[in-house]
């Protein structure tokens, strides 16, 4: 086969979507792996811009190894990728311009659900914020784990388990119940090996602190119930895992095509349904 006659999109096309390597890719259209490789790095990814003017966002970061990850802003309203970028560490300052940088679009962000990392929550003014419940639930298993041996744990893990299926009045009825019911428990201390008091069930602690401090944005979906606002990350936390798995049939992309596969397969979510606000 002529190899300036083979199709650069094409390639990329079943490179990406087809989930073919190198090597089939090389087999298939009779040529050596470095001309489907040159192929596939002429073709220039470029993003849809006609987007949606109404959002309820989803965020969150997912990592590639020690040396990057991806920040990602999807529209859950619209089912498209609103923004990316590449980041080293998340954090709260790259959040806060990723939101900006889609309110200068024109888009109109009437939500915001993320996984409550510390002082995330309280820089977005006048936008309602919800945390994702699942990521909830995981810090208060990080610190009971799923088969606590206390009580009072057993009960604490039992009723965090509700969050993702009950309302707001319930949820905090039950906490507090808990609260009254283990308060004292909860405030038992003992004398350490250099003489001081110190909480004795301070991982039971920790977690019902999470749980009391998080509880303005566990709900804000049930506070705004006419947005339809998502009550978890899991849209993206689902593509992530899809992204991860396709990549896997591409073990061993330098860092650049593996940018470069990354970009292409969130380009394929820009879906705009125009979604008048």
Not at 5 to 14: G, P, S, V
Not at 125 to 149: E, S, W
Not at 157 to 173: A, C, I, N, P, R
Request: net charge positive; hydrophobic share 35%; charged share 25%.
């Amino acid at each position: 086969m002529d190899k300036e006659r083979l199709d650069a999109q094409t390639i990329w096309e079943n490179y990406c979507k087809g989930k073919q390597t190198y090597q089939q890719l090389a087999k298939s259209n009779k040529c050596s792996i470095r001309t489907i490789q040159r192929k596939i790095d002429t073709i220039q990814v470029q993003f849809n811009n006609d987007f949606s003017n109404l959002a309820n966002v989803i965020m969150d970061t997912t990592y590639f190894g020690r040396k990057f990850g991806i920040m990602v802003f999807k529209n859950d309203l619209a089912k498209e990728i609103l923004y990316t970028q590449f980041v080293k560490q998340e954090t709260n300052l790259l959040y806060l311009k990723g939101i900006e940088e889609i309110a200068r679009r024109g888009i109109k962000i009437q939500s915001i659900t993320c996984d409550g990392r510390m002082g995330l929550m309280q820089i977005f003014k006048n936008i309602p914020v919800q945390m994702c419940n699942f990521h909830q639930v995981a810090i208060v298993r990080r610190y009971l784990t799923k088969n606590p041996k206390l009580q009072a744990s057993k009960e604490l893990w039992t009723h965090t388990l509700l969050l993702v299926k009950t309302d707001k009045e319930s949820f905090e009825g039950g906490l507090n119940d808990w609260f009254i019911k283990w308060e004292f428990f909860l405030n038992e201390r003992k004398v350490d090996a250099s003489g001081k008091k110190r909480f004795t069930h301070k991982r039971l602690r920790s977690a019902y602190r999470s749980l009391k401090n998080n509880l303005p944005y566990l709900f804000t979906w049930y506070n705004h119930i006419d947005l339809n606002i998502p009550n978890t990350t899991n849209a993206l936390d689902g593509q992530f895992a899809d992204l991860k798995n396709k990549l896997r049939n591409h073990n061993g992309l330098s860092e650049k095509r593996k940018k470069k596969f990354i970009v292409e397969f969130f380009k394929g979510m820009q879906v705009s349904k125009n979604i008048k606000g």
